[in-house]
């Protein structure tokens, strides 16, 4: 988790999200609150907000999430049903546990002058990414939606990492949120699919400038989010999405979750799920990056 910035800021692009087998959107149906025990309270963030902000924005609810908007009522409920809503009951499905037990503000501007307008007056932002971040410090994520959903289901993730594996290794952290900006959620089930990283993880193969595996379990956050963050970015996604393909993703994640005290990097417990030496891993491993293709 980036501990040492306030906030970190992704450059993303090229986003999809595949809700095939989802219910449509209908605006009688959304089911506001998750069937948990853990209650929000709105009120004051919401009254905080309408002393900072003009009467064009609107205020919807959804599980932790305060979503502010200056789309329609309509456009914001869609949003809030086939991304958050989806992307929420996905990932506690058999992969997340801990829920967030605070309210996290969720901007969702409609273009790109309101967004970057905003970012700047409410919390002094003038240098952001053009599709949006999430801001651990003050529990907010703010996005140009206009750019499409990718980006807010990769900063989704990074929220509920934060209350779920508060300890996680940069790589992973960012693998994981990486693998989901495109990404397909049917029947409960999130799945990343290839994007628009992959060729910088060939051609670090094919020019013989690839990294090992291990090597990148133990790359720190100043280093991650360096001058090379474009390759660790895809070299950390695809390994999670190897891992996905082999069926793997899920008993790794938990098993590295609750026991990450005996290896914070997490390379004891892939050894382990795959039960061979990484050195093999990472030769299966670029063989089969090499054979992905990415139109």
């Given at each position: 988790?980036?501990?040492?910035?306030?906030?970190?800021?992704?450059?993303?692009?090229?986003?999809?999200?595949?809700?095939?087998?989802?219910?449509?959107?209908?605006?009688?149906?959304?089911?506001?609150?998750?069937?948990?025990?853990?209650?929000?309270?709105?009120?004051?963030?919401?009254?905080?907000?309408?002393?900072?902000?003009?009467?064009?924005?609107?205020?919807?609810?959804?599980?932790c999430f305060l979503v502010i908007t200056n789309l329609t009522k309509k456009e914001a409920n869609k949003i809030i049903y086939n991304t958050i809503a989806n992307?929420?009951?996905?990932?506690?499905?058999?992969?997340?546990?801990?829920?967030?037990?605070e309210v996290i503000s969720v901007f969702l501007f409609k273009d790109e002058e309101t967004y970057k307008y905003w970012a700047e007056k409410l919390y002094g932002?003038?240098?952001?990414?053009y599709y949006g971040y999430y801001k651990p410090s003050e529990k907010v994520i703010l996005m140009n939606i206009s750019t499409g959903g990718g980006t807010l289901?990769?900063?989704?993730?990074?929220?509920?990492?934060?209350?779920?594996?508060?300890?996680?290794?940069?790589?992973?952290?960012?693998?994981?949120?990486?693998?989901?900006?495109?990404?397909?959620?049917?029947?409960?089930?999130?799945?990343?699919?290839?994007?628009?990283?992959?060729?910088?993880?060939?051609?670090?193969?094919?020019?013989?400038?690839?990294?090992?595996?291990?090597?990148?379990?133990?790359?720190?956050?100043?280093?991650?989010?360096?001058?090379?963050?474009?390759?660790?970015?895809?070299?950390?996604?695809?390994?999670?999405?190897?891992?996905?393909?082999?069926?793997?993703?899920?008993?790794?994640?938990?098993?590295?979750?609750?026991?990450?005290?005996?290896?914070?990097?997490?390379?004891?417990?892939?050894?382990?799920?795959?039960?061979?030496?990484?050195?093999?891993?990472?030769?299966?491993?670029?063989?089969?990056?090499?054979?992905?293709?990415?139109?």
């Amino acid at each position: 988790m980036l501990k040492s910035i306030l906030y970190s800021i992704i450059l993303l692009m090229f986003f999809e999200i595949n809700l095939s087998n989802c219910n449509n959107y209908n605006e009688n149906s959304i089911d506001r609150f998750i069937n948990d025990t853990i209650s929000y309270s709105y009120e004051l963030k919401i009254e905080e907000f309408k002393k900072k902000l003009t009467n064009e924005f609107i205020y919807e609810t959804y599980s932790c999430f305060l979503v502010i908007t200056n789309l329609t009522k309509k456009e914001a409920n869609k949003i809030i049903y086939n991304t958050i809503a989806n992307a929420e009951k996905c990932f506690y499905n058999d992969f997340f546990s801990t829920r967030p037990n605070e309210v996290i503000s969720v901007f969702l501007f409609k273009d790109e002058e309101t967004y970057k307008y905003w970012a700047e007056k409410l919390y002094g932002d003038s240098e952001v990414s053009y599709y949006g971040y999430y801001k651990p410090s003050e529990k907010v994520i703010l996005m140009n939606i206009s750019t499409g959903g990718g980006t807010l289901v990769h900063e989704l993730t990074h929220v509920y990492l934060r209350f779920d594996f508060p300890e996680i290794p940069v790589w992973l952290n960012e693998g994981l949120g990486s693998l989901y900006e495109r990404c397909s959620m049917s029947n409960y089930d999130i799945k990343g699919l290839v994007n628009w990283r992959l060729p910088s993880l060939q051609n670090s193969i094919i020019n013989k400038k690839y990294k090992s595996l291990e090597y990148l379990f133990n790359v720190n956050e100043e280093e991650f989010y360096g001058e090379n963050s474009g390759y660790y970015y895809a070299q950390a996604r695809y390994f999670c999405y190897y891992m996905q393909e082999l069926g793997l993703l899920k008993k790794f994640y938990k098993r590295f979750r609750n026991n990450y005290k005996e290896d914070s990097t997490g390379l004891l417990f892939i050894e382990e799920i795959f039960n061979k030496k990484i050195e093999l891993i990472d030769e299966d491993f670029t063989k089969w990056v090499m054979k992905l293709k990415y139109n």
